[in-house]
């Protein structure tokens, strides 16, 4: 159950009950409102307590050193750090002249809501002041995803017992001091820079502030105007502004039954080369732009928007209502996390929190993007443009390290590598095969050909030169790549891992595919066909592991004759193992941190029988501690797909839960949101079955767990809205929208017509006994008939 902290499930949104101070870095996170341009924290409206102020643009990052002991070639010599702009969401309140703490006096009830289908963070505070006055407090606050660089927040105040003097302060504050954390790599560890002032105003109810970072050299402008409604005699006493702190009071004498509503609307604007004048200009036609709609027309904009994400989107899950729930707050956050991106990455945490430096990684390619392709495609193509528009600098990089093509950035916002551990980071090479993959899927779901040839191509292109340069053939024609680390960052340094191998090897052929369809785009960028020819053959000869002795593919050559951990001695405190052991004990041992062959067995499932996906999991189960939140969701896929239906359900839980019940402890440094992207993708993938193949064709094996009577998702592929229900004997395919498609059930192909749905029965399923995980670590059985 949804238990920490205290929240109510609600069939679209998320109720806090109770406000636990202890537990606001957590639900801060949680209550999140960004669009994927910009971000806010679900912090108190007051501003105070909080666990860590955040207010995120996507991509205004500062730069700073990195440090080294003992510094070598190729070492990144700078690092970026995602930082917390200035905070337009603060409005203070006094009640005869005692400020609205929830600290002090007594709170006689708190309750916050998220709505996933408005859009919107309600808040409904009762406190009674140290003096004894008792006002309720509530707000509304929105990001607007119809206009992208607006937020705005209606807030009331009523007087509940006696006429009191309220006083509401509305605030801009940069340089805002946000706590550090330590010990912890996935945190943010960057010290905060000051932002350096360069404007400042206060004038009637429209308040101004603008900043430049100091190394990055970036530039920023926020503006806010304010409506305000009340009893007679409501005054604005002052507006004044300084370097870091702009400010509208408002004054008024309230008796019970009447109210102070402030309706506050905040407009950012940033860039790496624009006049300061020119971000002005732009933030004050955003804020004209949005006062012009109104409160209630941004509410109706963003219902609007969310209704039809809800319609092509929307998973149904009936026999766990905590599931329900979880995928669509997943969806919801994987939304806001792209959605207005536009050119932009997204981040591992999103918008959400400052953890691991606002850095993007591979898993923003693998699982987010490969979400978006089915529900937001524009979002996943403007991610992989992004990509596209730091190739300079991954050919920097790859020039640096000696190779061919375009070596992408393991940690990065810029583009540049951030990551100063070269055996986790540059090391890990399969990042460029991650972003090839999800340009072939975001074209195989999309049928947009325009991206493949003006984005796609040439993506694909700089990767295969990567990978033709990163390997090489050896005496008896064998292509290996050598000295690489894939996703289990417990083993590092190996040589032929075999997801790296198979997602390069799918590269390779992709690349060499495009170039075909577009010759002229393809001699553009130098490509020749002796040049995609030797794509094509060190594709075919692909080097992937396999112990006949044990029956099973080694993760990388030599891999099954390491010393296995030693589980039995391990404590559970002593988890997660990289917090407590030095890299060097992990590298020489079977132990595995997350999904590695297992992912691959999903990604590239072509290049396994079913008999070889079972004999693999059931080897690599054991060694598997899922030390990263990336883990569960690829388990659970072929864990189903594989008949360990229970197993399947449980690592499901295990996903869709990471943040609502903090499991790794770190939810206060934000969501996990390709973990998110997971729980979408265990439930289409794993329970429905789903899966490209042949260069685009959809096939379906869907199977349920016996604890879900029921599973429904919808998709968008080429054009069409599709909806897919799941029974425990019966598929049910439907065209929403669109014209026929061919698609396949169990092998049996057929086409879909609109307004005439397709039911197919389910064989049953084979299952198998179910392997073990290390002392410990089996993900929590999910209790039956929720």
Known sequence: MITDPAYEILPWGLRELELNIDLLPQSESVFTLANGHFGWRGNLDEGEPNGSPGSYLNGLQETHSLPYAEPGYGDPESGQTLINVTNGKLIGLLVDNEPFDVRYGTVRSHRRELDLRAGVLYRECEWVSPAGRTVRVRSTRLVSFSQRAVAAIAYEVEPLDSEVRLVVQSELVANEEVPQSAGDPRASVAPQTPMRSEAHSASGTRLRLSHSTARSGLRMAVAADHRIEGPSGTTQVSAESDDDVSRLTVTSVVGPGERLRLEKFVAYSWSASRSLPAL?????????????????????QQRAYLDDYWDRADVEVEGDTDIQHAVRFALFHVLQAGARSEERAIPAKGLTGSGYDGHTLWDADTNVVSLLSFTSPRAAAE?????????????????????????????????????????????????????????????????????????????LVE?????????????????????????????????????????????????????????????????????????????????????????????????????????????????????????????????VKQADLVLAMYLRGDAFTLEQKARNFAYYEPLTVRDSSLSAFGQSIIAAEVGHLQLAYDYLGESAMIDLEDLNNNARDGLHIASLAGTWTALVAGFGGMRLFDGGRLRFAPRLPEELSRIVFRLLFRGRRLRVEVHHSTATYALVTGEPLEIVHYGESFTLSADKPVVRDLPPVAHRPSPQQPPGRAPVRRPRHR
């Open 383 to 459: 991610m992989l443009r992004w990509r596209r528009n730091t190739l300079p600098a991954a050919r920097e990089r790859a020039r640096h390290l000696g190779l061919q093509g375009a070596t992408f950035a393991w940690r990065t916002i810029n583009g540049e590598e951030a990551s100063g551990y070269w055996p986790a980071s540059t090391a890990a090479f399969h990042v460029n095969a991650d972003i090839a993959n999800a340009v072939v899927r975001y074209v195989a779901v999309t049928g947009d050909e325009d991206f493949e040839r003006d984005t796609g191509l040439e993506l």
């Open 463 to 591: 990767t295969a030169r990567l990978w033709r340069s990163l390997g090489h053939h050896d005496h008896a024609g064998a292509f290996h790549i050598d000295g690489v680390t894939g996703p289990d960052e417990y083993s590092a340094i190996g040589n032929d891992n075999i997801y790296t191998n198979l997602m390069a090897q799918a590269n390779l052929v992709a690349a060499a595919d495009a170039a075909e369809r577009h010759p002229r785009h393809a001699a553009a960028l130098g490509v020749t066909d002796e040049e995609s020819a030797a794509w094509r053959d060190a594709a075919a000869a692909m080097a992937l592991p396999y112990n006949e002795d044990l029956g099973v593919h080694e993760q990388s050559a030599g891999y099954t004759r390491l010393q296995v951990w030693d589980f039995a001695n391990t404590g559970q405190d002593q988890y997660p193992l990289m917090l407590h052991y030095p890299y060097f004990e992990l590298y020489r041992k079977q132990v």
């Open 280 to 300: 002005r200009n732009q933030a004050d036609g955003a804020l004209v732009g949005a006062l012009d709609t109104g409160w209630r027309g941004l509410l109706e």
